[in-house]
């Protein structure tokens, strides 16, 4: 129901009887992030992607947040660069790094679609989206999470993170 402030209370106390819930893991994660607390928001995707059996959508949400941070080592890079990674999150950290083109990354991640096409091209829009806005382009940037935030769903931290900048981008000029 996008009430963060609300949510915490319940959240932190159920993470801490079960810090290895995935979901109630991201939830404290996400919900750190739309607050604005980068830090501790990393804090959690950064840690799941060292007990997850391979490093997956917490590696790239970490990631996420890391570049705003801009500190540390780049993990856009050690995406792209593992041999231990699912093929499309190595496709998201060449993207991500600029050795790849945004209609490359569409066409190789569009491999993917079948799938679970909202899913994907949810989490397509936004990275391209996030990389517009870390580039200062708020035009491409406003698009991209307008896009992103509809093919989302509610439940998703792209979801929430894409209407996160759209509000800190404000309306069009």
Sequence with gaps: AEKYQEA???LEPALEQ???DILL???V?????VQGDLRRAYSEFGSMRYWEPIEDVPSARGATIQSEL???ENVFEQLAASPSVPRWLGFLGTYRTSFMPETEFRSRMATFLPADEDEIGCFV???IAHKAALERRPGVARAGFTKAATLCGPGNF???AAK?????LGPLA
């Design 125 to 127: 829009e936004f990275h």
């Design 158 to 160: 792209e979801f929430h």
């Design 8 to 10: 915490l209370p319940g």
């Design 70 to 72: 801009k500190q540390g």
């Design 18 to 20: 079960d810090p290895y």
């Design 25 to 27: 893991k991201s939830m």
């Design 164 to 168: 996160k900048w759209l509000l800190k």
């Design 29 to 33: 994660g996400t919900t750190y992030y």
